[in-house]
């Protein structure tokens, strides 16, 4: 069995609601391939869903600096970025997402993670139109359709009103 078929194992058993069995499934495969990418995100995303934010972000940091790549590069900015808006540092957060986007602007779960930062950071003008444009680019329905210049124009309108928010 490879590290990868390992990987998806621990994950397929995995209890959201009680994290510390993946966890110590895990740290093995850390000891073991402690420089492996995917072990680093791994573990930092049972770390982020166990709720201990400040340990996930370190696996993160080391998972982006392993050299991830592809879906996994894609799903570990929308997590850390996600344990960075947690742990309260929303402009490192809004600086890994603006980065996330330009690297993957196909991805919706990032504008939309995006969204909920701008608003965690009192936003709430830039999270609502960030929002709109996530409805314009990624919802395919005849409504959005027609309205797309008029839902992209109050997006920018909004998106204004956030300078004068005190």
């Given at each position: 069995m490879t590290l990868g078929d390992e990987l998806d194992l621990i994950?397929?058993?995995?209890?959201?609601?009680?994290?510390?069995?993946?966890?110590d499934a895990l740290l093995p495969h850390y000891a073991s391939h402690p420089e492996n990418a995917r072990v680093l995100y791994e573990i930092g995303g049972a770390?982020?869903?166990?709720?201990?934010?400040?340990?996930?972000?370190?696996?993160?940091?080391?998972?982006?600096?392993?050299?991830?790549?592809?879906d996994l590069l894609r799903r570990c900015y929308v997590q850390y970025g996600s344990t960075l808006r947690n742990l309260g540092e929303y402009e490192k957060s809004l600086e890994v997402f603006e980065a996330a986007r330009a690297t993957f602007p196909d991805s919706p779960a990032l504008g939309a993670f995006e969204a909920i930062t701008l608003h965690a950071a009192g936003r709430s003008h830039a999270a609502v139109a960030s929002l709109l444009d996530v409805v314009v680019d990624f919802v395919r329905a005849s409504d959005i359709e027609r309205y797309k210049a008029a839902i992209s124009g109050n997006a920018s309108s909004i998106r204004a009103l956030d300078g004068e928010q005190s």
């Open positions: 994950f397929e058993r995995r209890d959201r609601d009680d994290m510390q069995p993946t966890i770390y982020d869903t166990a709720g201990q934010e400040g340990i996930a972000r370190g696996f993160y940091e080391k998972a982006l600096a392993a050299g991830l790549d592809g």
